[in-house]
Each structure stands twice: as C-alpha cells, then as structure tokens.
C-alpha cells in the first residue's frame, strides 16, 4: 500500500538501517512474525540513538528507508515520521540497559502462548542452558501506551541470565550485544518454547541440575561467546 512507502528526510544512519531491515528477513524466515507485528532495534555506536522499523511497515517492503532513527526517548530524528508503536519499550531498555545494543519483538507462536499462561519455559534442555542459563522468565502484564512494557522488561531481565523475556499475555522480548545477537535469541526462544511444548505432550519434562545449567552456561557463553 502507498500509505506504507516511507519518506525519508535525511537518510543518516543509511548502513546501519540498510543492516537493521535485512534482519527482520529472519523473522519472516523462522516463522516469528505475521503481518506487520514484530520488530528489530539497534543503538546507534556512539550516539544517544537507536534504529527501529517504522510502524505498519510490511516485511516485505522493508527498506532501508522503512527504518526510523530515533532519540532515546523514542522521538523520531530521521526517517518515517511514526516509528513502530513498540519504540517506547526499546527506548527504556536502552536507556536503563547501557549494555544492551540491539533487542528484539515477536509475537512468535510456541513461545508466546506460553507467554499466555504466564508460564516461564523451564530449563530441561542443554541448548537451553546454553543460551540462557535456566528458565526463560516471565514478565508483567503490561498495555502499551507508557513505560510500563520498558519496565517490566529490565525488572524481569535484570534479575536473570535469559536475554529473552515472555511479557504476560503479550509475546516475545529479547535483548543482545547486537541486533544480530537478539534476533538469533529470539529464533532460540521460539525453537525451545516448541520443543519443550512437544515435550510436555509426551510426559513430564526431566529438569537439568543447577550446577550441570551453570556449567554447560558457562562453558558455552566462555568458549563459544561471540
Ligand atoms: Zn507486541
């Protein structure tokens, strides 16, 4: 649809954004996201901004240009005037995380009607416990609008290891060192939250020690970190 077409005013930030769009291609391509709802942000090095798709944008007409440079209060500086309705949650995180650089928002299937129950994913798989470090945490129910999603995102995250976070009723968060980092963590939390789901339909789950989780995270967050 025209209405879509984005209109840029400066097309700064243009290699960064070019990077940003194609990564919501892995949304598409791992089945995390339908129509227009998801999304991928990245700070900008060095700058109080962060790169974030622009609202109501289609996957596949996402350009560059359908990327919106924003202030850490989530004010639109360049490109499409409304950037995704999800900005406000970006910007808190980047503004309360100084660590976080990139973070990520499906609604993806398994792991968000999990999400529905307020059910954490528990951590009975290695690959789990790799890339998380225990269960996958649950947040507060939280409407959109104010700084409430931003909040219950950092309080669930600060007191876990898990770089995702199933927001009560809502969906799928997840924060990294990079964009690129918390679209991969948001295609792990949408294959576990499958497994364990099929798993569940056979029996019971076997949980994993707490010392087994803390080694195997430890190994592979030391060894095989990027
Ligand atoms: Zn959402």
């Given at each position: 649809?025209?209405?879509?077409?984005?209109r840029?005013?400066?097309?700064?930030?243009?290699?960064?954004?070019?990077?940003?769009?194609?990564?919501?291609?892995?949304?598409?391509?791992?089945?995390?996201?339908t129509w227009?709802?998801?999304?991928?942000?990245?700070?900008?090095?060095?700058?109080?901004?962060?790169?974030?798709?622009?609202?109501?944008?289609?996957?596949?007409?996402?350009?560059?240009?359908?990327?919106?440079?924003c202030?850490?209060?989530?004010?639109?500086?360049?490109?499409?005037?409304?950037?995704?309705?999800?900005?406000?949650?970006?910007?808190?995180?980047?503004?309360?995380?100084?660590e976080?650089?990139?973070?990520?928002?499906?609604?993806?299937p398994?792991a968000?009607?999990?999400?529905?129950?307020?059910?954490?994913?528990?951590?009975v798989?290695t690959?789990?416990?790799?890339?998380?470090?225990?269960?996958?945490?649950?947040?507060?129910?939280?409407?959109?609008?104010?700084?409430?999603?931003?909040?219950?995102?950092?309080?669930?995250?600060?007191?876990?290891?898990?770089?995702?976070?199933?927001?009560?009723?809502?969906?799928?968060?997840?924060?990294?060192?990079?964009a690129?980092?918390?679209?991969?963590?948001?295609?792990m939390?949408?294959?576990?939250?499958?497994?364990?789901h099929l798993?569940?339909?056979?029996?019971?789950?076997?949980?994993?020690a707490?010392?087994?989780?803390?080694?195997?995270?430890?190994?592979?967050?030391?060894v095989?970190?990027?």
């Amino acid at each position: 649809m025209t209405a879509t077409q984005p209109r840029t005013e400066r097309g700064t930030h243009r290699a960064q954004r070019e990077h940003v769009a194609a990564l919501h291609a892995e949304l598409t391509r791992n089945g995390l996201v339908t129509w227009t709802s998801g999304n991928v942000s990245e700070r900008v090095p060095g700058e109080d901004l962060f790169v974030i798709k622009g609202s109501g944008v289609l996957y596949d007409e996402l350009t560059w240009e359908g990327i919106t440079v924003c202030d850490l209060d989530g004010n639109a500086v360049d490109g499409v005037k409304r950037p995704s309705s999800d900005t406000d949650a970006h910007a808190y995180v980047y503004r309360h995380m100084p660590e976080v650089d990139g973070q990520v928002h499906t609604h993806s299937p398994y792991a968000t009607a999990w999400a529905a129950r307020a059910e954490p994913i528990p951590c009975v798989l290695t690959a789990m416990a790799d890339e998380f470090g225990g269960p996958i945490p649950i947040g507060p129910f939280a409407l959109i609008g104010d700084d409430s999603i931003g909040r219950g995102i950092v309080a669930t995250l600060r007191e876990s290891r898990s770089p995702a976070v199933l927001m009560q009723n809502h969906g799928v968060f997840t924060i990294g060192p990079s964009a690129k980092a918390a679209v991969k963590a948001a295609v792990m939390t949408e294959d576990v939250a499958r497994t364990v789901h099929l798993s569940r339909q056979l029996g019971e789950p076997l949980p994993i020690a707490q010392s087994d989780i803390d080694s195997l995270y430890a190994r592979y967050q030391n060894v095989y970190g990027q």
